[in-house]
């Protein structure tokens, strides 16, 4: 059980590691397909990240909602309403199922909207085929999310990360057999990457499914016998889990119409940004980790009506993400040809060596704007683990718009600009984002949202908070 001692950074980093570990591991799946793609040819990594982003932007939204399940567990596990857990788990695992179903008419539409995208040469053609495959899989994708917010939300975050370490490995072995064709297997490209992913995806939804009846499970938190449809908590899951769907949604359709727009000025261009978001994004995941870290915290905590050892936790977890973000981003500026020159296929050298050029200095945008970017991951994190999801949404929602979307379309497509002017008005939207969401945590109605109902003798104030020392290990 939680105690009034708790908040320490040891009970932080027995959380945050682990998940910083997962999600590294599930960025590994994606940065393994694009790096074995840049060593197969220039187009097919000019289509992966397009088509990846796309696809991904597609499900964001029910990931969003499903995955919001980890957010009632917490609660439920730190008001020690244990018999609840299934039930909310099973409301995901419905939502997904239903979800998956919604996404299959995207694979016929797959080649047209590519098409209509218009990048250069056979790149639309792989981008399609990449995306149509993956699409196969969203509801695998969707499970994994429901299955890791029960453990999350537990605390039991080994769990998640010892699957997503199966997976990603499982991952890389198949990417390097299918994509190159080896021992026996046909030479599949792009079409061998988005396969790798799909069997990856599904054993590791099974494997969490597999863990999650286990006896323990059934016991204490009625994993089998919370089996069913309960309208009202499937409401309340729509409810908080919808804007941050939306959220979700509008923070990566901006990413991948941006991504898109970028490739309307050339292959130099487009090569050189996926470049630059991979790296990125490689080392933007740990943070996620400690994002989802402080989610579950504050909702554990909140759940236990004890804010002020949640607001303990958020300010460490900065600090660690901060610091982090901050060796992170020097080495960006410092040493740009470590990160750059892994990538790309020797079979046009005067191209590689622009994409190179310019790939450096967008890596100086994301430098800059990785200090924002951890303000905005972690302050986010923690608002919604409150439930506070209403006004993230409506911040993503403006904010894409007028910062990333409508400027960058004009850049790009009206003007045919610079790309360095579209990625000023991108760096500006994290910058925007962060500032809103720090003000919103420093505003503190966070401390008294829930997503659960509550007891009525755990609505009683807390006592009084603990000084940052009395909790200190």
């Excluded at 898109?260 to 000025?265: M, Q, V, W």
Aim: aromatic letters at 16%; glycine letters at 8%; proline letters at 4%.
């Amino acid at each position: 059980m939680i105690n009034h001692k708790s908040g320490s950074y040891g009970e932080i980093f027995s959380i945050a590691l682990p998940l910083v570990v997962s999600t590294s591991s599930w960025t590994l799946m994606h940065f393994t397909d694009r790096l074995f793609l840049s060593r197969y040819s220039n187009d097919a990594l000019a289509a992966a990240l397009p088509a990846g982003v796309t696809s991904f932007t597609f499900i964001c939204f029910f990931m969003g909602v499903a995955g919001y399940t980890s957010a009632f567990v917490a609660q439920y596990y730190g008001s020690g309403q244990f018999k609840k857990i299934g039930p909310i788990v099973w409301q995901g695992i419905f939502f997904a199922l239903f979800s998956g179903i919604l996404l299959l008419p995207l694979i016929p539409l797959s080649f047209p909207l590519f098409r209509f995208i218009g990048h250069p040469g056979k790149i639309p053609e792989l981008e399609a085929a990449y995306f149509q495959i993956l699409c196969y899989g969203k509801v695998f994708a969707l499970l994994s999310g429901v299955f890791s917010g029960f453990f999350s939300g537990l605390g039991k975050t080994k769990t998640v990360m010892t699957i997503n370490i199966l997976g990603a490995s499982l991952n890389v072995v198949l990417d390097y057999a299918w994509i190159f064709g080896m021992w026996r297997i046909p030479r599949w490209g792009i079409y061998g990457a988005a396969w790798a992913t799909i069997i990856s995806t599904f054993l590791m939804a099974l494997a969490f499914f597999i863990l999650f009846i286990m006896p323990e499970n059934r016991k204490k938190y009625a994993a089998i016998s919370g089996f069913g449809f309960d309208f009202k908590l499937f409401r309340r899951l729509l409810r908080y889990g919808i804007p941050n769907g939306v959220q979700f949604l509008l923070d990566m359709a901006a990413f991948t119409l941006f991504v898109l727009f970028i490739g309307r000025l050339g292959k130099v261009e487009l090569q050189a940004s996926n470049i630059a978001f991979n790296i990125n994004v490689f080392a933007f995941m740990p943070m996620i980790g400690f994002g989802i870290a402080a989610s579950i915290l504050v909702g554990q905590y909140l759940g236990r009506n004890m804010p002020h050892i949640a607001e303990i936790c958020v300010k460490r977890i900065f600090r660690l993400t901060f610091l982090y973000m901050a060796i992170i981003s020097m080495t960006y500026i410092l040493f740009p040809s470590l990160y750059v020159r892994i990538y790309g296929s020797r079979e046009n050298p005067e191209l590689l060596e622009d994409v190179y050029r310019m790939a450096k200095i967008l890596l100086v945008y994301v430098a800059v704007y990785s200090f924002f970017d951890s303000v905005n991951l972690i302050f986010s994190s923690a608002i919604k683990g409150a439930g506070d999801t209403d006004y993230v949404m409506k911040i993503v929602v403006i904010a894409s718009i007028f910062c990333v979307i409508i400027p960058s379309y004009v850049c790009c497509v009206i003007y045919n600009g610079s790309v360095y002017i579209a990625w000023t008005f991108f760096s500006l939207y994290i910058v925007v984002i962060a500032i809103a969401f720090l003000l919103r945590y420093r505003g503190g109605k966070w401390k008294s949202m829930r997503v659960i109902e509550m007891r009525i003798s755990e609505l009683t104030p807390a006592a009084s908070a603990p000084s940052e020392s009395e909790v200190m290990r």
